[in-house]
């Protein structure tokens, strides 16, 4: 009897033991298949499995939603040869016949789905320059991007802007997997508004003297579109959102400032 029992005591041990190792391997196979999501610290978003990716050099790349996300709507120019191989606002050196693009507030790296109004049209472009300086138009197409939503023959055409965001792992959910994606808020950074541009500076000199009454920070920034022409930009104000930043346009407006926009700095 006392055989017996003892066998019974070993086979119950063993038979934990069995399942510990069990649990061990279903968790490591676990770990590995999100091993993606787990090493991701960075605030990140779900989104529906429904969601149609764009890739980008073998990136996928996600609308984000309209609530996290950011969405534009109004007139695109492009730019071409004047700025061939010259530094863009990022440092980088613009090449036109990249897919790239010029916006005046949104991060640099950011890619961004453009679709063309009028054909329908899409590209994705990725902001690498800041513009266009105009308060009428919301981005500025590198001749690359301009040509394949055929914007060159026009110059100009109503688009619909979203930024897209990079997949950074997967979640399973039931009996399906939703994309995990990189969370960017783009409220926030570092705006200043620009009241207008100058060829005198001392045009600007004067708009600035006025303006320093009312703001604390107020820059004279010279800026050269073309070798041949420098123009002297007046901007006030450093808002850390843009919901701040706006307020300032708002007030501007009222002073009888008309052509103010907001950029990032």
């Given at each position: 009897?006392?055989y017996?029992?003892?066998k019974?005591?070993?086979?119950f041990?063993?038979?934990?033991?069995?399942?510990?190792?069990i649990?061990?391997?279903v968790?490591?196979?676990?770990?590995?298949?999100?091993?993606?999501?787990?090493?991701?610290?960075?605030?990140?978003l779900?989104?529906?499995?429904?969601?149609?990716?764009?890739?980008?050099?073998?990136?996928s790349?996600?609308?984000?939603?309209?609530k996290?996300?950011?969405?534009?709507?109004?007139?695109?120019?492009?730019?071409g040869?004047?700025?061939h191989?010259k530094?863009t606002?990022?440092?980088?050196?613009?090449?036109?016949?990249d897919?790239?693009?010029a916006?005046k507030?949104?991060?640099?790296?950011?890619?961004?789905k453009?679709?063309?109004?009028?054909?329908s049209?899409?590209?994705?472009?990725?902001?690498n320059?800041r513009?266009?300086?105009?308060?009428?138009r919301?981005?500025?197409?590198?001749y690359?991007?301009a040509?394949?939503?055929?914007?060159?023959g026009?110059?100009?055409?109503?688009?619909?802007?979203?930024?897209?965001?990079?997949e950074?792992?997967?979640?399973?959910s039931?009996?399906t997997?939703?994309?995990?994606?990189e969370?960017?808020d783009?409220?926030?950074?570092?705006?200043?508004v620009q009241?207008?541009?100058f060829?005198k500076?001392?045009?600007?000199?004067r708009v600035?003297?006025?303006?320093?009454v009312?703001?604390d920070?107020?820059?004279i920034?010279?800026?050269?579109?073309?070798p041949?022409?420098?123009l002297?930009?007046?901007?006030v104000?450093l808002?850390?959102?843009?919901?701040?930043?706006g307020?300032?346009?708002?007030?501007l407006?009222?002073l009888?400032?008309?052509e103010?926009?907001?950029?990032?700095?």
């Amino acid at each position: 009897m006392l055989y017996l029992k003892k066998k019974s005591t070993n086979d119950f041990v063993g038979l934990i033991f069995f399942l510990l190792i069990i649990i061990c391997i279903v968790g490591c196979a676990v770990s590995k298949r999100q091993i993606k999501v787990c090493k991701y610290k960075k605030p990140a978003l779900v989104l529906p499995a429904t969601t149609k990716p764009y890739t980008v050099n073998g990136v996928s790349y996600y609308p984000l939603p309209s609530k996290e996300g950011f969405v534009q709507v109004g007139i695109a120019s492009w730019y071409g040869k004047k700025f061939h191989r010259k530094k863009t606002s990022s440092g980088e050196i613009y090449n036109m016949y990249d897919k790239t693009a010029a916006h005046k507030t949104l991060p640099f790296g950011t890619y961004v789905k453009v679709k063309n109004l009028s054909n329908s049209k899409e590209v994705v472009v990725r902001i690498n320059d800041r513009g266009p300086f105009v308060k009428q138009r919301i981005i500025d197409l590198s001749y690359g991007a301009a040509k394949e939503i055929e914007l060159i023959g026009p110059g100009t055409a109503r688009v619909h802007l979203i930024a897209l965001s990079r997949e950074v792992g997967k979640i399973k959910s039931g009996n399906t997997q939703k994309t995990l994606v990189e969370a960017k808020d783009f409220n926030r950074g570092r705006f200043t508004v620009q009241v207008g541009a100058f060829e005198k500076r001392e045009n600007a000199e004067r708009v600035a003297g006025r303006l320093r009454v009312i703001f604390d920070h107020v820059t004279i920034t010279p800026y050269e579109p073309y070798p041949t022409r420098t123009l002297y930009r007046v901007r006030v104000s450093l808002s850390e959102n843009m919901t701040e930043a706006g307020n300032i346009v708002t007030r501007l407006e009222y002073l009888g400032f008309s052509e103010t926009f907001v950029v990032a700095l």
